[in-house]
């Protein structure tokens, strides 16, 4: 098994922060991963991306390229990665700020950034929902480990509304998975 993920959107929505999670909670499981990332000029505003390739073997080459799964924070984010996604992965896009044309791979829209805000009153979470999201569609990664890596890597003050947004992520995707329309 080795599953590419990239998560991308525009620096300052914590998706290297996401991809540090990830990596964290396959690695406490016995997985082998690699993380890396990238961003604009600008840490606030510009592009980033951060991919995570979690396999049972070892991982050979340090970059993703062939992606089982894309999350797309940003229209400018899926303008530039879409063509990176297998035609039989995932797009998970925010419908909140992302449209997109029909493609062959499996599409899930969901209104992150606003549920975050009509939820927890914020969108600093997003990022959060979107990998609790991610987590629980793969079945890559445990809720319990991915609450362990955000205990160990968010500040004490935000560990309460993180866990909350992960809990989020969790009964979204499996409301997706029993076929319920998710809105805000």
């Given at each position: ?77 899926a303008d530039k990665y879409i063509t990176l996604l ?59 480990e991915l609450k362990k890596a955000i205990k160990n890597?968010?500040?004490?003050k935000f560990i309460d509304l993180d866990i909350k ?20």
């Amino acid at each position: 098994m080795k599953y590419q993920i990239r998560l991308s959107g525009s620096g300052g929505q914590g998706l290297i922060l996401g991809s540090i999670l990830l990596s964290e909670a396959a690695s406490k499981e016995g997985k082998n991963v690699l993380q890396s990332q990238a961003y604009g000029p600008a840490s606030r505003g510009g592009s980033s991306r951060a991919d995570v390739i979690i396999a049972d073997e070892e991982i050979y080459y340090p970059s993703a390229e062939s992606l089982e799964l894309l999350l797309c924070l940003t229209q400018e984010a899926a303008d530039k990665y879409i063509t990176l996604l297998k035609s039989d992965g995932i797009l998970i896009f925010d419908s909140s700020n992302v449209k997109i044309n029909p493609i062959k791979a499996e599409t899930i829209a969901i209104p992150f950034t606003q549920i975050a805000i009509d939820k927890l009153k914020t969108s600093l979470v997003t990022n959060i929902i979107a990998i609790a999201f991610i987590a629980t569609l793969t079945e890559l990664i445990s809720l319990k480990e991915l609450k362990k890596a955000i205990k160990n890597n968010i500040k004490e003050k935000f560990i309460d509304l993180d866990i909350k947004a992960a809990e989020l992520g969790v009964k979204l995707a499996k409301d997706y998975k029993n076929g319920k329309v998710i809105k805000t």
